[in-house]
């Protein structure tokens, strides 16, 4: 069984920085082509960031150029650098596969900006 667990939202004042964690039990990420997806209130998931297997990125212009994803092998994780944030980044966070895959959803983790 599939357990992903995201971490290290949290409030920030904007034009700050926060780094999101992504963890997973019972399953490689390294395997998979992975990716932070956010949902603001009243809004849609969308996918915010993308990493590949082999390491290429890709982002969605709303945070090109602010947001950083990584993955570490070794442990399990893959990595959200959040800079410069915004108010409109607000938003529950999540990571999962890309293409997402339902049972992969976790419970999130909330990134509130604002002064």
């Known amino acids: 069984q599939v357990q992903v667990v995201e971490s290290g939202g949290g409030l920030v004042q904007p034009g700050g920085s926060l780094r999101l964690s992504c963890a997973a039990s019972?399953?490689?990420?390294?395997?998979?082509?992975m990716g932070w997806y956010r949902q603001a209130l009243g809004k849609e998931r969308e996918l915010v960031a993308r990493i590949n297997s082999d390491g290429r990125s890709n982002y969605a212009d709303s945070v090109k150029g602010r947001f950083t994803i990584s993955r570490d092998g070794a442990k399990n994780t893959i990595y959200l650098q959040m800079a410069s944030l915004k108010p409109e980044d607000t938003a529950v966070y999540y990571c999962?596969?890309?293409?997402?895959?339902?049972?992969?959803w976790g419970q999130g983790t909330q990134v509130t900006v604002s002064s």
């Open positions: 999962n596969q890309w293409p997402s895959f339902s049972a992969w």
């Open positions: 019972g399953v490689i990420f390294s395997m998979y082509a």
